[in-house]
């Protein structure tokens, strides 16, 4: 699964326990604070490595490429539902009962993150028949639906080609 994520070369992982301290781990993961990315949360249930979220930082701006301010570390570790996530994801894994999570990040270069993170998360609904556990939605915008199509094929995305 996630085959697109082979052609990104600036990559890394980290493990995460509840015990963790999220900022320490991402700090030496050496997640760049630069670059526009995805990353994938996956959580081990029982053994079982599934993803739990898929998020992205940045954006694509008159064709170059707009990280946040903090890059895809700060994005990591920042808030999500309001709530800081080296907070919220502890607390999360002891309502699942998930004893580690993955992260996993990639730089998506002059790829648009949101293009990326909007085929992850296609990708992962077809697969598993459900979004991943803690994303709500699957939304792309008007901006760039136009552009979806042909990135998918661009990328021979195949799971998510029309077939006519």
Avoid at 25 to 51: L, R, S, T
Avoid at 76 to 101: D, F, H, N, V, Y
Wanted: proline share 4%; charged share 30%; aromatic share 10%.
């Amino acid at each position: 699964m996630f085959d697109l994520l082979n052609c990104y070369n600036k990559q890394g992982c980290l493990k995460f326990t509840i015990d963790d301290n999220l900022n320490r781990e991402c700090e030496k993961a050496q997640i760049p604070n630069d670059c526009c990315g995805v990353y994938i949360v996956y959580g081990y249930f029982k053994g079982m490595k599934i993803p739990v979220y898929i998020g992205s930082s940045g954006h694509i701006e008159n064709g170059k490429t707009v990280h946040r301010k903090g890059g895809l570390k700060r994005r990591i570790i920042g808030r999500q539902q309001k709530t800081p996530r080296w907070k919220l994801w502890p607390e999360k894994m002891r309502a699942l009962s998930i004893c580690e999570l993955e992260i996993c990040w990639y730089n998506t270069e002059n790829d648009n993150p949101l293009l990326v993170e909007y085929c992850l998360i296609l990708e992962s609904v077809i697969k598993n028949k459900r979004l991943p556990l803690w994303n709500s939605e699957l939304k792309l915008s008007r901006k760039l639906k136009g552009e979806f199509e042909d990135f998918v094929n661009k990328k021979n995305i195949e799971c998510l080609k029309i077939k006519i």
